[in-house]
C-alpha cells in the first residue's frame, strides 16, 4: 500500500486563523480524499480531490471554508478557514488505489481555541 | 447518497469467544465494502473487505459476509484476543465510480481476558 505522511501531525490554532494542511503519498494517485474525525465519532467525508479538476464537496463543507489544491499526482492541501472552536477535530487524507482500497495518513490533530 | 448503518455501537466479549458486527446500506450502487480498525491515538486501518461479486471471505481470524438483496454485510472475529479490542469501522463505496468510502458510525470492541 502507499506511504502517506501529513503535516503538521498537530496544531493548536486561535479562533479566526487559517491553517493549511498538507499530505503526501510515495506513489502517483488519481484518488485522493479528505475526512473530518470528530472525537469518538465516525469518519466523515469532507470532498474528493482528484488532480486536475476542482474538488468536489459533501454536503455541509464548503470551498470557502475548506479550499483544496491538488497541484499533481502526490500531493495536496487541505486549509481550514476562519477557525472556530467547532473545528477541532482529526483531520485525515487518503488514498485509492488501483484496486479501489483506501489507504489512511496519520491524521493531524487540530485544537482552536 | 449512500448511507450506512453499524450496530451494535458497542461491544464487549470474554477473551476467546466470537464477536459479530452488522452493517446496512442503502445504496443498492454500491459494490465494495470494507472494514477500518482504529486503535487508540492511530489511523484507521484496512483489515478486510468484500466485493459484490462474493458472498464471503476469509482470512484467518476474521471473516466478512455480503448479502447484497437485503443490503447489509457482516465482521466476524473468532477467538478474540484482547489485542482485538478497538474501534471497528464498516464502509461502502462504487468502485467503478472510483467513489469515496461512507463510513458506519462505529463499534468498540472490548476484549477481556
Known amino acids: 500500500s502507499a506511504v502517506i505522511s501529513q503535516k503538521p501531525s498537530r496544531d493548536i490554532c486561535q479562533r479566526g486563523t487559517s491553517l493549511t494542511i498538507q499530505c503526501q503519498v510515495d506513489?502517483?494517485?488519481?484518488?485522493m480524499f479528505w475526512y473530518r474525525q470528530q472525537p469518538g465519532q465516525s469518519l466523515t467525508l469532507i470532498a474528493t480531490?482528484?488532480?486536475?479538476?476542482?474538488?468536489?464537496?459533501e454536503s455541509g463543507f464548503v470551498i470557502d471554508k475548506f479550499p483544496i489544491s491538488r497541484p499533481n499526482l502526490t500531493f495536496s492541501t487541505l486549509t481550514v478557514s476562519n477557525m472556530s472552536p467547532e473545528d477541532s477535530s482529526i483531520y485525515l487524507c487518503?488514498?485509492?488505489?488501483?484496486?479501489?482500497?483506501?489507504?489512511f495518513g496519520p491524521g493531524t490533530r487540530l485544537t482552536v481555541t | 447518497g449512500e448511507n450506512v448503518e453499524q450496530h451494535p455501537s458497542t461491544l464487549s466479549v470474554q477473551e476467546g469467544d466470537s464477536a459479530v458486527i452488522k452493517c446496512t446500506y442503502s445504496?443498492?450502487?454500491?459494490?465494495?465494502f470494507p472494514w477500518y480498525k482504529q486503535e487508540l491515538g492511530k489511523r484507521p486501518q484496512l483489515i478486510i473487505d468484500?466485493?459484490?461479486?462474493?458472498g464471503e471471505k476469509k482470512d484467518q481470524r476474521i471473516a466478512v459476509t455480503l448479502n447484497k438483496t437485503a443490503k447489509h454485510f457482516s465482521l466476524h472475529i473468532t477467538e478474540t484476543q484482547p489485542e482485538d479490542s478497538a474501534v471497528y469501522f464498516c464502509?461502502?463505496?462504487?468502485?467503478?465510480?472510483?467513489?469515496?468510502?461512507?463510513f458506519g458510525k462505529g463499534t468498540t470492541l472490548s476484549v477481556s481476558s
Open positions: 487518503s488514498v485509492s488505489d488501483r484496486f479501489y482500497e483506501q489507504y
Open positions: 506513489s502517483q494517485v488519481t484518488m
Open positions: 480531490a482528484n488532480q486536475g479538476s476542482e474538488a468536489t464537496y
Open positions: 445504496d443498492s450502487a454500491s459494490n465494495y
Open positions: 468484500i466485493r459484490s461479486n462474493v
Open positions: 464502509a461502502a463505496s462504487i468502485q467503478q465510480a472510483g467513489t469515496a468510502l461512507i
